[in-house]
C-alpha cells in the first residue's frame, strides 16, 4: 500500500519545480491503522498521483487528538494549498480547523463532522441512514428467526464522541425502539478496533447466555466479535453485521462471502469526491463549492458480495 507520510518540518521544501506551478495538498488522517482510514490514504495518493503537478503530504494522528491539532497546526503554518481532515473527534479538531480558514486556507472535512462548520465543505456518508438499514436489516432477520421481531442484540460501539458511533448507534435504536422485543442487552466501546471488539466481546458472552445479533459500527469490532464467539463455540448462535464494506481479502465484503458477517453496509471512502472538488479548488479560480456533500451506501449480503467484491 502506498502511503505518502512525509516529516512535516519538510512539507514544502523541494516541492517545486522552477517555471511551473506545484500544488501542495495536506491531509489530515485520524488514524492509519484502522483498514477503511489506510483505504482512504491509499485511494487518495493514487488519484493524487495522477496529477503530477500536485504534491500529497498524509500525516497520522495515531487517534490522538492532541497530535492531529498539532499536525493540523504545523500544517496551517506550511500554507499547503489544500489541507483535508478525517477528524479523529468532532469537539478537538473545531477550533483548529476555523484556524485554518481564517489562514485563508481551503479546507475539506472528510466524513467524520466538527462542531461547527470551520471548513469549506464537509464530504461524507449519512450515518443515521446507514444505522436505520442496519436497524432494519437486523429486524428482518431477527423476525425470519424467531417468528416475530424480537432477539437480543450487542451493540459494539466505536470510538465514543465520534459522529459516526453516534448516529450509527442513533438510526438503528430507532429502528428497534419500535419493537418492544427487540433488547439491546450489551453495547461495549471498542474504539472501532478490532482486536478490542474481541476482548469486549468475550466479556460480554460470558455474561450473556443468549445472544442474537451483534452490531458491529464496523467491520473490524463485528469481527472481532465473531472471534470471540468462535473460540467459545458460540459463534452459529448468533449473526454479525457490520459497516464499511471494503473490498480486498481483509475486507467486510469478503467477509461477507465467508459467512461470517451476515451483511455489511458500504461507508463510502469518500475520497474519490474530495479528490474531485479538491482538484476544482486548486485549478478554477472562483470555484465555490457545495457546503456539504453526501454519498449513498449499499447493503452488501451474500447474494451481492461476490458482484461488489472486485468494485471495491
Known amino acids: 500500500?502506498?502511503?505518502?507520510?512525509?516529516?512535516?518540518?519538510?512539507?514544502?521544501?523541494?516541492?517545486?519545480?522552477?517555471?511551473?506551478?506545484?500544488?501542495?495538498?495536506?491531509?489530515?488522517?485520524?488514524?492509519?491503522?484502522?483498514?477503511?482510514?489506510?483505504?482512504?490514504?491509499?485511494?487518495?495518493?493514487?488519484?493524487?498521483?495522477?496529477?503530477?503537478?500536485?504534491?500529497?503530504?498524509?500525516?497520522?494522528?495515531?487517534?490522538?487528538?492532541?497530535?492531529?491539532?498539532?499536525?493540523?497546526?504545523?500544517?496551517?503554518?506550511?500554507?499547503?494549498?489544500?489541507?483535508?481532515?478525517?477528524?479523529?473527534?468532532?469537539?478537538?479538531?473545531?477550533?483548529?480547523?476555523?484556524?485554518?480558514?481564517?489562514?485563508?486556507?481551503?479546507?475539506?472535512?472528510?466524513?467524520?463532522?466538527?462542531?461547527?462548520?470551520?471548513?469549506?465543505?464537509?464530504?461524507?456518508?449519512?450515518?443515521?441512514?446507514?444505522?436505520?438499514?442496519?436497524?432494519?436489516?437486523?429486524?428482518?432477520?431477527?423476525?425470519?428467526?424467531?417468528?416475530?421481531?424480537?432477539?437480543?442484540?450487542?451493540?459494539m460501539r466505536g470510538l465514543l464522541g465520534v459522529e459516526g458511533e453516534i448516529n450509527r448507534d442513533k438510526g438503528a435504536q430507532g429502528i428497534f425502539a419500535k419493537y418492544p422485543g427487540i433488547k439491546t442487552v450489551a453495547d461495549p466501546v471498542a474504539d472501532w478496533i478490532q482486536a478490542k471488539a474481541k476482548d469486549r466481546m468475550t466479556e460480554v458472552l460470558r455474561a450473556q447466555p443468549k445472544i442474537d445479533v451483534v452490531y458491529g459500527h464496523n467491520d473490524p469490532m463485528a469481527v472481532g466479535a465473531y472471534l470471540a464467539a468462535k473460540e467459545l463455540g458460540r459463534e452459529k448462535e448468533m449473526i454479525f453485521v457490520g459497516v464499511d464494506g471494503l473490498g480486498g481479502d481483509a475486507g467486510g465484503i469478503k467477509k461477507v462471502m465467508d459467512g461470517v458477517l451476515a451483511a455489511t453496509f458500504v461507508y463510502p471512502l469518500c475520497v474519490d469526491k474530495a479528490v474531485e472538488i479538491g482538484t476544482r479548488i486548486l485549478r478554477e479560480p472562483g470555484f465555490k463549492p457545495e457546503k456539504e456533500y453526501v454519498i449513498e451506501s449499499t447493503l452488501i449480503t451474500p447474494a451481492n458480495a461476490a458482484k461488489l467484491y472486485g468494485e471495491r
Open 1 to 155: 500500500m502506498r502511503v505518502f507520510t512525509i516529516a512535516l518540518a519538510v512539507l514544502l521544501a523541494g516541492c517545486s519545480t522552477p517555471g511551473k506551478r506545484q500544488f501542495v495538498v495536506a491531509f489530515s488522517q485520524a488514524n492509519n491503522a484502522e483498514p477503511y482510514r489506510a483505504a482512504q490514504n491509499e485511494m487518495m495518493a493514487h488519484l493524487f498521483g495522477e496529477q503530477p503537478d500536485v504534491k500529497l503530504v498524509i500525516s497520522d494522528a495515531q487517534q490522538d487528538n492532541s497530535k492531529q491539532v498539532a499536525q493540523v497546526e504545523t500544517f496551517i503554518r506550511q500554507k499547503p494549498d489544500l489541507l483535508i481532515v478525517a477528524p479523529n473527534e468532532r469537539a478537538a479538531l473545531t477550533a483548529v480547523m476555523g484556524q485554518a480558514m481564517e489562514a485563508k486556507i481551503p479546507v475539506i472535512c472528510l466524513e467524520r463532522d466538527i462542531l461547527q462548520p470551520n471548513y469549506t465543505t464537509y464530504i461524507h456518508s449519512d450515518n443515521v441512514a446507514i444505522g436505520r438499514m442496519a436497524g432494519q436489516f437486523i429486524v428482518d432477520q431477527l423476525t425470519k428467526k424467531n417468528g416475530a421481531p424480537r432477539g437480543n442484540i450487542v451493540a
